[in-house]
């Protein structure tokens, strides 16, 4: 597994027509700054509206998972995120000027091949992993569908699939290796039943399907009257079945190449989750549905973490920002540059490192003979860290000042001394709007809790 954030090279533009909606479109994927996450961007809409990856976004699950935000709905975007999650790409804002994603051959290899050929580039930033540390599972009895979520130092994803068809029998599928995912899981096509197709139809979806773009499974025996309907129903002079099998007999490029593409499917809707996981993740009979509501238990876990987890350190992992990159982003300078290194950061949370050492010079002053850190001190570090956080909302941070406008709420728990390393977790009560940011802070020592209070600051251009 990648241990940096990567993105690609340069922008990359695929075409075709949209499974559901029939409409023809283009996507560019273009490259995208650290943290930034998956963003689709509706260029033919006015204003050109932005879509954010994420599950609290979806908005219909009918043969697939659609996303809205701001006024823009993408349709199918499943097979999109699995070729991105698929190659470790991190950070990317895709571009459509149409409603959907082009199916392509119905599976994301498309997608893959065009990725490659930009290339992947490695980003100065850690990706921001949520580890499941204990099980957490989802079940739909009714269905017969049930996802797991287990801990494990890796991601792995194991499917079932059985629809009670003499055609397909039981199926499973793993990836215990995301460099599996390009020649196993990414050609593996969409598919349906028979029996599916007509009400498909009615129900105005698969406008664009087509026998080139899926597999069409045949479970009964079909008479030659039939075939002339499906003939008409798919625009062809003529279809044709074996007595049980694909219609048209297209070949299968994998014997269990429908469970391959059900993990396809699943690591596409769990991409909406917003962060990698780090976890063995087991289901049997997925579907949308199943995989968006699993995804939904999965994010609220990691919105209860990010309240109740003390940050952790590990001193020998690369720091995200270290000091000279502070040092270009804060306008700080000796002996008022408080903060060593930024180990966290994503859109709404920062963590940052102070050492505490004698040699600093406050200690000369305030109380020699027993040196405490002074409170105004960790507030001061703390809204540094902060300001790191605040910066990242906007585009050239080193083009902007950062100005403390108030402190709430502020109470200190225990006193900290030379030789302590103080842990800072910064987080956005609300979004940034007109240049004022609003955010709790925490400062841990050995991972107890040492000082805590609420901040709120103004982003202002250095040229205004």
Known sequence: MNYKQHTIKGPVTVSGIGLHTGVVSNMTFKPAPANHGYKFQRIDLEGQPIVNVDVDNVVDLSRGTTIEQNGARVNTVEHTLAALVGLQIDNVLIELDGPEPPIMDGSSIEFVKALISVGVQEQNALRNYFE????????????????????????????MVDYNSPVLGSQHASITDMNQFEDEIAPCRTFCFLHELEALYKQNLIKGGDLDNAIVIVDRVVEDGELSYLADLLGKKKVSVEEEGILNNTELRFKNEMARHKLLDLMGDLALIGRPIKGQILAARPGHAANIAFARRVKKLIQEASIKTVPTYDPKKPAVMDINQIAATLPHRYPFLLIDKIIHLDETTVTGVKNVTMNEPFFQGHFPGNPVLPGVIQIEAMAQTGGILVLNTVENPEDYWTYFLGIDRCRFKRKVIPGDTIIFKCELLAPVKRGIAKMSGQAFVGGQLVMEAEMSASIVKKDA
Do not use: F, N
């Not at 099980?135 to 130092?153: C, F, H, N, Q, T």
């Open 132 to 159: 499941i540390t204990e099980g957490v599972s989802y079940k739909d009895e009714k269905r017969g569908v049930e996802i797991a979520a287990l801990p494990l130092d890796d991601y792995r994803l194991t499917v």
